[in-house]
């Protein structure tokens, strides 16, 4: 049985026509009989570093019975020069999450995937404290089970008041071990008290993996770094997935 949280996420991969760019994380959101990848802003367009994609592959298994089959989805980024994804702002400016909406009709009859709804979004009822143990489910640098065509998952932390935003920003702070490529990987607590079956999905959704997070300050020569990154809270995906 294959853990369902590991068929939430799928590798992105960006190109520039046929031109690979770069490699990150995403994962499906579902939302009233409509289907979104979720991922980093900055995975669709990063003005100051030139990343300027023009479409995405994404990797499908295409096979319940037989993990090692998939297909590679190709999704535009552009219609007639208007951006088809999704992008917010709040009161402390961007927020560096995306979604695009996935055609269902365009995809494969057996595709095989899981996708997190609003009710995997935490509550503010929810106690979720400093040192909460996360996981995140993604690939670093690109690595992942390349048979199987799976992601790996990454234990985390709470590292910063949740609920409260850092800094005024619309993020909080994991503790964990990061890497480039782990952009837009979903960062996730186990629902407390539900020993459901792991085909259920028993997770929270808390916030979307952006970045990590470092100081000027740093002597590159003594001081290690800082171990800490960025999530944007998940509830910003209601707003992005209106209708």
Known sequence: MIESLLLTATRVITFQQQRQL???????????GHLFLVTSRHVMLDVPSRHQPDRIEIELHIDPENMVQSSAFSIPLYRNGKRLWRQGTDSAGGIDVAVIEIERAALPETVVYRAFTPEHLYSPSEQIEVGARLVMVGFPLGFHDTLHHMPVARRAAVASSFGLRFQGKGYFLTDARTHRGTSGAPVVMRIPGDDSPVDKLPW???????ARLDIGTRDLGLDEALGLNCAWYSDILMTLTED
């Open 22 to 32: 770069t490699n990150a994380s995403g994962f499906f959101f579902e939302r009233d």
């Open 204 to 210: 929270l959704l808390l916030g979307v993996h952006s």
